[in-house]
């Protein structure tokens, strides 16, 4: 079965950065589609970033885009986000996510295109 493990969160100051994983595991990687969300408390489900199946494009949100990287390792079961210059409202549980299924360009940032989802790492800035 399809398991997402996410890693990396933790406390931070403002400008500092961290680096985000998500270990995948129980589909075939070369079809899926991964992606980070984030919610903050009282708050919707924001995409952050997404990548294509063979890195073929990728996405980012307005709120991240200059700030954040998405990449595969070498082995391509692990997803990085790289988040720079981090901002209290960068403050929110990151949450992996991957779609076997093709989507939509227009969707890849929408919640509701993913099928698998990791439990989730908190991300704390002040």
């Known amino acids: 079965h399809v398991q997402l493990v996410e890693s990396g969160g933790g406390s931070v100051q403002t400008g500092e950065s961290l680096r985000l994983s998500c270990a995948g595991s129980g589909y075939r990687y070369s079809t899926a589609t991964m992606a980070w969300f984030r919610q903050a408390p009282g708050k919707e489900r924001e995409g952050v970033a997404a990548?294509?199946?063979?890195?073929?494009?990728?996405y980012y949100a307005d709120s991240v885009k200059g700030r954040s990287t998405l990449s595969r390792d070498n082995t391509k079961t692990t997803v990085l986000l790289q988040m720079n210059n981090l901002k209290p409202e960068d403050t929110a549980m990151y949450y992996c996510?991957?779609?076997?299924?093709?989507?939509?360009?227009?969707?890849?940032?929408?919640?509701?295109?993913?099928?698998?989802w990791g439990r989730g790492t908190q991300v704390t800035v002040s």
């Open positions: 990548i294509w199946p063979g890195d073929t494009r990728k």
């Open positions: 996510a991957a779609e076997l299924s093709s989507i939509r360009p227009s969707a890849t940032l929408l919640g509701d295109e993913y099928k698998f």
